[in-house]
């Protein structure tokens, strides 16, 4: 009987055993996964990694800007010499300026989109939440509005619109030129105020159905001086290649 | 020998916990942790029939692998055909151990009364 009591222990006490290990083993591996995964779950070490990065953004296009600044120093200094370097380099210079590699100031006008305030009511159920928030395609279709109009230079929250970029809602935001934004857009746009205005003022235009649902979602204000920043993003091309017809040589 | 079982417990936690260190795949996790409860819902088991005295080894620990098995399988095989069948080894082991754990307080919520007649 004291042979078989002293067995029993063995063996409960085995089970407990291993029933401890096997919890403790998964209580672990609970615990890695926990740690290990994408750090949704640690949102304030998220959002310090997120404010880190935003500023080594901000450091690196700072660098950007003073490199351009510098290319434009020597490309001075270069044409200060001969008469054909001179010529050259004007051409140069407003090509930059097509492109919107240039900082540029001139009447224009300031354009704010926000979300509305207002929430769809009982009484108006059609209206959709949707109307409420500011879309990709409102930019666009602004965008469009300007550049028909004249606009020389047009820029969303500081972001140039030069002829590589993109504006695309992806969730809650907006990129343009590959830059995260949201509500409130700021549109500046330099060209003829009056023209400006006007068309995005035209009836059933591009603000037209922002406007019928919350007329606070619209704000513009003619400016005698916009600036509007250079274009910061990548320059380089990895696809397109310039094509050399006979004789001409490509630098 | 409740005691026993009680200081294997713990050993096993502080063992798997600190010295051992297997570096399992994070989709075994989950059917360990399955294991882990098939495990405590046994040994609980253990503990009831030890108290009412017909503890058996040889069932206790059949129905310790047995159990530990059938629960990480069924997980498994919940997972290939895209139903939760763990919840049914969850429900299962969690209401068994509830049910085992309220006799074992009967037991000794009795052993108390008596005690207390006799005394």
Known sequence: ?251 | MIAVGFVGLLLGVVIASLLLDIPLPEEWAAYLSLAALAGLDTAFGGWRAALEGRFHPDVFVSGFIVNALLAAMLAYLGDRIGVDLFLAAVVTLGGRMFLNLSLIRRYYLNQLALRRQRG
């Open chain 1, 1 to 251: 009987m004291s042979e078989n009591k002293l067995k029993q222990m063995t063996v409960f006490f085995a089970i407990w055993l291993v029933v401890g290990l096997l919890l403790g083993m998964a209580f672990k591996e609970q615990t890695r996964i926990r740690t290990a995964e994408l750090p949704s779950a640690r949102l304030p070490d998220l959002a310090r990694a997120y404010v880190q990065e935003k500023r080594s953004n901000a450091a690196l296009e700072e660098e950007i800007r003073q490199l351009r600044q510098r290319i434009n120093e020597l490309e001075n200094a270069f044409a200060s010499g001969t008469k054909q370097a001179q010529v050259l380099n004007q051409s140069l210079q407003e090509a930059k300026m097509i492109a919107g590699l240039l900082e540029v100031e001139g009447p224009g006008i300031e354009l704010t989109l926000q979300d509305s305030k207002k929430r769809p009511s009982g009484e108006s159920p059609e209206l959709l939440p949707e109307l409420y928030t500011i879309h990709d395609y409102d930019l666009l279709r602004v965008v469009n509005e300007l550049r028909q109009a004249g606009a020389e230079a047009i820029s969303i929250n500081g972001q140039r619109i030069v002829s590589t970029t993109g504006i695309r809602c992806t969730g809650p935001v907006v990129f343009v030129n590959d830059v995260k934004m949201a509500s409130p857009f700021v549109v500046l746009a330099i060209g003829d105020p009056k023209t400006l205005v006007g068309a995005l003022e035209m009836p059933g235009g591009a603000l037209a159905d922002l406007k019928s649902v919350d007329p606070k979602m619209v704000q513009i204000r003619r400016l005698d001086t916009v600036r509007i920043p250079a274009y910061s993003g990548s320059t380089q091309f990895r696809y397109a290649r310039p094509i050399t017809t006979e004789g001409e040589q490509t630098p």
